[in-house]
């Protein structure tokens, strides 16, 4: 529990100096792997409508069963996710839960358990332990780890919130500085500034931002495409 405790705090200082990203999604899926008694493969996913996306897997295998649960359309992933409830199941092939799925994970994995828990996130994301044994003492090995687990997942969500709110701040001064510019070169409203900067950036296919900050640069919108003549 203790050097659980460590290697999440590790991964916690990760986060806030790096501003997350998918690696440290990874290193929990291998931490799982290393650290939970009777699992052999784990994934993490996040509900995007009808179908998860996979943020990180420990192996080939993991990613095989979340991808046949997505072809399927059944799997303990997805009903984590949409009942917002963890599940332990002891004896995958004789559950019924999921009667395609279940046959599939037994034959082409091995897979004999599955412990899947809600974590914490702005979408449905899901931590799932493949072969996780059924015994009391895996089982609450388990039970912490995802509450670990959890907290960084929150982390990691935060931390990328918070780059975003600050990559549209940035975008919206460098619109303003534009704007300013295009309004006191051409004696102009900023409505009328704002309508040549998105039309610019509609005939250029370039995002506005990058139209302001070519703006800024050079003082005048650039050109765009010519039309053939008549």
Partial sequence: ???????????????????????????????????????????????RGKHSQLLAASDKAAEQLERAQNELGEGPTADVARLDENLAVTDLERDTRW?????????????????AYRLAGSHPTVLT??????GDESGAAADHFAGQASTLVALIAA???????????????????????????????????FDLLRTASQNLHRKLRD???????????????????D
């Fill in 1 to 47: 529990m203790l050097e659980l405790s460590r290697e999440f705090s590790s991964l916690a200082e990760q986060i806030a100096g790096t501003g997350g990203g998918a690696a440290p999604a990874h290193r929990v899926v291998d931490l799982a792997v290393k650290s939970v008694e009777g699992c052999r493969w784990a994934t993490i996913t996040t509900l």
């Fill in 211 to 229: 139209v302001a900050l070519e703006v800024m640069d050079t003082g005048t919108l650039p050109d765009g495409p010519r039309r053939p003549q």
């Fill in 159 to 193: 931390t990328e919130q918070a780059a975003n709110l600050q990559t549209a701040l940035q975008s919206s001064r460098e619109i303003g500085m534009a704007l300013g510019i295009l309004m006191a070169h051409r004696k102009i409203t900023s409505d009328d500034a």
């Fill in 129 to 134: 332990l493949w072969g996780a044994g059924p």
């Fill in 99 to 115: 009667p395609r799925f279940a046959p599939f994970a037994v034959r082409a994995a091995g897979v004999t358990s599955v412990r």
